[in-house]
């Protein structure tokens, strides 16, 4: 079957590093750029950082730039987003969603891309 399975995710104190993955079953993220969004409790989900197709080019929001990296690894079919330095306001659900270059670094959290992950939760404490 096709989909998109998220992992990673935990309680951890502030400060303290995560790291997710997506992993793809049913089909190879060669071609599709990857993007993580997380939805806060009691707010909308929002945009965190992107990916190309080729890896070549990534894209953070602002509020997790310079704590946050996006890599990928075709050969496990499998994108990462690793946490650093984390805050109590990064707790949430992350998705990550699969689609086109250009649509994938619009960072639009209700498009209809091609395949959505279930989420994996976050949570920051103190």
């Known amino acids: 079957q096709v989909q998109l399975v998220e992992s990673g995710g935990g309680l951890v104190q502030a400060g303290g590093s995560l790291r997710l993955s997506c992993a793809a079953s049913g089909f190879t993220l060669d071609n599709y750029a990857i993007g993580w969004f997380r939805q806060a409790p009691g707010k909308g989900r929002e945009g965190v950082s992107c990916i190309s197709s080729s890896g070549g080019r990534t894209s953070y929001a602002d509020s997790v730039k310079g704590r946050f990296t996006i890599s990928r690894d075709n050969a496990k079919n499998t994108v990462y987003l690793e946490m650093n330095s984390l805050k109590p306001e990064d707790t949430a659900v992350y998705y990550c969603?699969?689609?086109?270059?250009?649509?994938?670094?619009?960072?639009?959290?209700?498009?209809?891309?091609?395949?959505w992950g279930q989420g994996t939760q976050v949570t920051v404490s103190s």
């Open positions: 969603a699969a689609g086109g270059d250009y649509t994938i670094a619009l960072m639009i959290p209700t498009y209809e891309y091609d395949y």
